[in-house]
């Protein structure tokens, strides 16, 4: 039998013949596990992090894994919001009662008994006096004589339905109590909060079904017409439409519903909810508000699915093509006419399992490559502590962001076909000139008018090791941006002169460079970064602080560099990858 995601204990019926004829009736049970958890430590983490949470919301009516088969019924789904609800109603209701018994509804009311003359108190008609004195005259001193009373009773039809509110309200939730105990047994599959809640709010309703008005009040009947005191009077108007709301969910537990918790899709989709806020609260020290200031988006989806045909653990290929239309299809107006894509990833979180640990994310992670290149993928998260460690190192590389580190992303640089994106259109990128020589175990120098050229102005060639910029993490989108160059010369002090527009930038092998480009030629294979200078602008001062030693760069913004006089502080922008290469 298929129980779609449903966990917890499922009765089926067996009835069989014996061969002497006998008919005999007995009851399989059995308990229903999640197949892509382990029910003895994730599962039970993942349901006490919910219920922490939201002590209420993992439990449902009508289950699979609720009731028999024998019961031949087909409830609907039906969500326990009502005991959310219930908490509210709860006291007011209570409230309403307690007003009742305080102040009841009574009638005046006109009775008829027979008495003796002797029995009569109080006031009679002058007809009633004439007739009894007649009696005694004629010596009839034990006859009886009809006497109308009127008096106050609280035997009211308003009354009876408040008891019968009370009653129904603690038959409910008694056998509400005992569902619970069925289904449970001997396993938690109930919060103590659950089952302390339904207990403590039968506990008020028991008592007061005990107090002597209600002993006085017989049962309710129904109502021949419309009661002003129950839509009008304080404690039975609040009774009254209490009971208007409560019955129609005590109407489906009549129907023979049983207790059981969500689908382990739902309950899996919300914790993951849970974890991600604690990342970002508890990891990362962000702090809830109502403010809208949105700026960029990550979106993360629960998919409690597995590809059954692929190994190790991964997401159905429609879960990844629906992160895709997700980052796609999210757009935002920041201006008349202008729109713009606010989603940085999209990845959807599903109960793959894997040995996580920070260091083998690069080495095992299935979608780490998609992950960090595209920002589209998938990351594996389980309740057990080495199966949330890749979604946390994430969380702490990229939400600890507060610089333009954000823009230097691979998957956010990703342009159409035919444009590229850019963070700075004026980036100046500030380094050291080349070495003297053109290899340390190359006893070749280099060309004396190349190295001139970056004091005299007259360079139109500079190059630059790519290795060492993947190494130091700068991106190749953040190369190809550089729009302006400063080159200090290798003489010691060290000084930059000139500011050289980039007419273009190249990835090339170093073999293939000309000895006009790189100031020497060279057998090697390595891709250098070659960029294409054109006439250069002198600085109004040059530019000294260079570090004597290593090959160093800044990523600056223009403007700053027409006043600055020293290296070590210019103000960069890309400020992470201003470093030694």
């Not at 009841?104 to 003796?116: A, I």
């Not at 209600?214 to 309710?220: A, K, N, P, Q």
Request: proline share 6%; glycine share 6%; hydrophobic share 40%.
């Amino acid at each position: 039998m298929d129980f779609q995601n449903h966990v917890g204990r499922r009765t089926l019926p067996i009835r069989y013949k014996l061969r002497s004829g006998q008919m005999v009736d007995e009851v399989f049970e059995c308990e229903v596990h999640a197949t892509k958890l382990d029910i003895q430590t994730d599962y039970r983490d993942l349901s006490a992090e919910i219920d922490r949470a939201f002590p209420l919301w993992r439990y449902s009516l009508n289950a699979l894994t609720d009731g028999s088969e024998g019961k031949g019924r087909q409830g609907p789904h039906f969500p326990l919001l009502w005991l959310k609800r219930f908490e509210s109603l709860h006291h007011e209701l209570a409230d309403g009662v307690r007003r009742v018994l305080n102040a009841p509804h009574n009638r005046l009311t006109e009775t008829v008994r027979w008495k003796k003359p002797a029995q009569i108190k109080g006031a009679l008609s002058p007809r009633q006096e004439e007739r009894i004195k007649e009696g005694l005259q004629a010596g009839h001193f034990e006859r009886r004589y009809a006497i109308t009373e009127k008096r106050l009773h609280v035997d009211t039809m308003e009354n009876r339905f408040v008891k019968m509110v009370v009653a129904e309200v603690c038959r409910n939730l008694k056998r509400f109590a005992s569902e619970l105990s069925r289904v449970d047994g001997e396993h938690e599959t109930f919060s103590e909060a659950f089952v302390n809640q339904i207990v403590r709010w039968k506990e008020p309703f028991e008592t007061n079904l005990n107090h002597p008005l209600f002993r006085e009040v017989g049962d309710f009947r129904g109502m021949m017409q419309e009661s002003l005191t129950l839509q009008g009077r304080a404690g039975y108007s609040e009774v009254y439409r209490c009971w208007e709301e409560l019955k129609l969910y005590f109407n489906v537990l009549d129907q023979g519903v049983a207790v059981g918790t969500k689908t382990i899709a739902q309950l899996y989709e919300v914790w993951c909810l849970l974890e991600v806020k604690r990342l970002l609260v508890d990891e990362l020290g962000f702090v809830e508000t109502r403010q809208r200031v949105g700026c960029l988006f990550w979106l993360f989806d629960a998919k409690y699915r597995l590809n059954p045909d692929m190994e190790p653990d991964r997401v159905p290929d429609d879960a990844i093509n629906q992160m895709h239309r997700f980052r796609d299809a999210i757009t935002r107006q920041v201006g008349p006419g202008e729109r713009v894509r606010p989603v940085v990833g999209a990845f959807a979180l599903y109960p793959g399992f894997f040995h996580q640990s920070a260091e083998n994310m690069e080495a095992v992670h299935p979608y780490f490559q998609e992950v960090d290149e595209v920002g589209i993928g998938a990351f594996p998260l389980l309740p057990s502590p080495d199966g949330r460690a890749w979604l946390t190192r994430y969380f702490k590389e990229r939400f600890g962001v507060v610089d333009d580190r954000v823009f230097a992303w691979k998957s956010a640089r990703i342009p159409t076909a035919g444009m590229r994106h850019e963070r700075y259109t004026n980036l100046t990128m500030v380094v050291t000139g080349p070495p003297q020589r053109i290899g340390q175990d190359d006893a070749n120098p280099r060309s004396q008018d190349y190295l001139e050229g970056f004091r005299s102005g007259a360079a139109r060639w500079f190059h630059m090791r790519f290795e060492a910029s993947e190494r130091e993490g700068i991106d190749p989108y953040i190369i190809r941006e550089v729009r302006f160059l400063v080159i200090s010369d290798r003489t010691v002090p060290h000084q930059a002169y000139w500011v050289w527009p980039v007419l273009n930038v190249e990835l090339k092998p170093r073999n293939t460079l000309r000895a006009e480009q790189a100031g020497g030629m060279s057998t090697s294979t390595a891709d250098y970064w070659l960029f294409e200078l054109g006439p250069p602008q002198p600085l109004p001062n040059p530019l000294a602080n260079f570090p004597q030693r290593g090959h160093h760069l800044k990523f600056v913004s223009l403007p700053n560099i027409w006043t600055a006089t020293s290296f070590a502080t210019l103000p960069s922008v890309y400020e992470f990858l201003s470093t030694a290469l």
